[in-house]
């Protein structure tokens, strides 16, 4: 039990903090394949050498009940800095009965589907259908891309080896929030780029990224684009990467309690790819399957996902094994001060409520995460995943 204590904890810590160090101190060693920010950049805006715009960009918005924020979304992408000949913007419409369609036409879609509703990644498929663009992008209905984002998206895809690209979200929080969502968000931005220059990244951003429109047909995407795009893409033999100066902003959801009822959707959806992502709804070619991947890369998948995933789980082993460890210890034995600071962290968690001193905050914020991914699992073993959704508390 004292083994087995030490091991669950270390597993939690190298795939919450190691992994992390492992990645700096690799890259500052010039191992993997390191990129720069201006790797694939345009040679001249506006000019016959610029291979940027030379590419025919389609732009895919899923949107379901969105009057009150399609309208500006759309206008923002119609204002990239993209060539406009190039760029075509497909709104596909999940089921919306109210003027999300009208007010998507009148903000400048080039096509505007009115679908049955299907759920988000439907909705995309059938905008893709409709897509003339070499690289598909896509976008939340809610998510406001900075003016030259696309084109710092799209600037990846001049590299050949590249099939799958993401940018980056800012969330913006409304007065008043409690929500942690920016901290954590912020580590795992810097997690992402450091796998990005290792070799691929693990997961992607729902809210911006692109595909090469050529390997969309080989990709399976009913449900988690942004985890189940990017490991697929390294096992078709492509580059997953990310593109920081590909900007954008979303509301933040701004209670801690609107975002555990998000996260644990988002978990629902995630375990769906997790357990039936490969071939005919199997593990084969999904995330948990290790064969035909690059070491590098498993290893960023095991590190990063695996044990993230097993999280909630690693935490109650840990806990059993460390209150039996620490009954046969002696008073300042390493069990009883570790099992003091894992149930410290619980206590400041429950204590974030009556003092929201940020460290208790960032320690609610991190349990109920860690806990939205066991409930998730409960959700879909119980219900299933729904292929409907709706727009998170407070982000419209």
Not at 59 to 67: D, I, P, T
Request: charged share 20%; proline share 6%; with cysteine.
């Amino acid at each position: 039990m004292r083994a087995l204590h030490l091991f669950s904890l270390g597993l939690l810590a190298w795939t919450h903090a190691g992994w992390h160090v492992a990645l700096r101190i690799a890259r500052r060693a010039g191992l993997g394949r390191v990129t720069d920010d201006r790797e694939a950049a345009p040679v001249g805006p506006g000019t016959g050498d610029d291979p940027v715009s030379a590419l025919r960009v389609t732009l895919v918005v899923a949107a379901y009940a969105e009057e009150d924020a399609i309208g500006r979304t759309v206008e923002r992408l119609r204002a990239q800095s993209h060539p406009a000949d190039r760029l075509q913007i497909v709104v596909a419409c999940d089921g919306s009965t109210d003027r999300t369609a009208e007010r998507a036409r009148a903000a400048g879609a080039d096509v505007v589907l009115e679908l049955p509703r299907g759920g988000k990644h439907a909705a995309q498929a059938a905008g893709v259908a409709h897509a003339t663009g070499e690289v598909l992008a896509f976008s939340d209905a809610n998510t406001l891309w900075e003016p030259d984002a696309l084109r710092e998206l799209v600037a990846a895809f001049v590299d050949p080896r590249v099939g799958y690209a993401c940018g980056r979200v800012h969330f913006v929080a409304p007065d008043g929030a409690t929500n942690q969502e920016g901290a954590y968000w912020r580590l795992e931005m810097a997690m992402r780029r450091l796998e990005s220059d290792a070799w691929s990244v693990t997961a992607g951003n729902g809210a911006i990224y692109a595909v090469r429109a050529s390997l969309w047909p080989r990709l399976r995407t009913a449900f988690g684009h942004d985890l189940a795009l990017p490991h697929q893409t390294v096992r078709a033999g492509m580059l997953a990467l990310d593109r920081p100066s590909a900007r954008a902003s979303e509301p933040m959801v701004p209670t801690v309690t609107g975002e555990w009822r998000r996260k644990r959707r988002m978990m629902n959806q995630m375990w769906r790819v997790v357990l039936r992502g490969g071939r005919d709804g199997g593990l084969v070619g999904g995330v948990l399957d290790p064969r035909g991947l690059p070491p590098t890369y498993l290893a960023a998948l095991v590190s990063h996902r695996w044990l993230r995933y097993a999280s909630p789980f690693l935490h109650v082993v840990a806990l059993a094994a460390g209150v039996v460890a620490a009954r046969r210890g002696r008073p300042l034995s390493p069990h009883r001060l570790l099992l003091a600071a894992h149930l410290a962290l619980f206590a400041g968690a429950a204590a974030a409520g009556a003092r929201p001193a940020r460290p208790l905050l960032l320690a609610r914020y991190y349990v109920l995460m860690t806990a939205s991914i066991a409930a998730g699992l409960e959700d879909h073993l119980r219900h299933g995943t729904p292929a409907g959704w709706e727009p998170a508390e407070g982000t419209r």
